[in-house]
Nanobody
Framework: VQLQASGGGLVQAGGSLRLSCAASRRLFSSHSMGWFRQAPGKQREFVAGIRWGTGNTYYADSVKGRFTISRDKAENTLSLQMNSLQPEDTAVYYC????????????????WGQGTQVTVSS
């Protein structure tokens, strides 16, 4: 499976961006997908995840109420709507796929997109 992430960019604090991640093949209910981010000098951290079959969602505390993860099962596409962005959200954002529920550890994901840069200016 190949994952293609897109949608990053430069935005001012308080602004919004929408990230997308397209999978190269159909996903099934056994799959889950997640968004992670990695800032310079920091470890990759969980942002949000979704179970492909049920649509159940999971969020890091730092983004709850600001970010929304969703999926389009017909298009095999994952999205992340990011509102009220802050400078601390600046990072490279990665989408990942797993069959292990919705783990918060990046080591539990089997496939990764190439990453897309999000920069939030103050």
């Amino acid at each position: 499976v190949q994952l293609q992430a897109s949608g990053g960019g430069l935005v001012q604090a308080g602004g919004s961006l929408r990230l997308s991640c397209a999978a190269s093949r159909r996903l099934f209910s056994s799959h889950s997908m997640g968004w992670f981010r990695q800032a310079p000098g920091k470890q990759r951290e969980f942002v949000a995840g979704i179970r492909w079959g049920t649509g159940n969602t999971y969020y890091a505390d730092s983004v709850k109420g600001r970010f929304t993860i969703s999926r389009d099962k017909a298009e095999n596409t994952l999205s992340l709507q990011m509102n009220s962005l802050q400078p601390e959200d600046t990072a490279v954002y990665y989408c990942g796929m797993t069959i292990r529920g919705v783990p918060y550890s990046p080591g539990e994901y089997d496939y990764w997109g190439q990453g897309t840069q999000v920069t939030v200016s103050s």
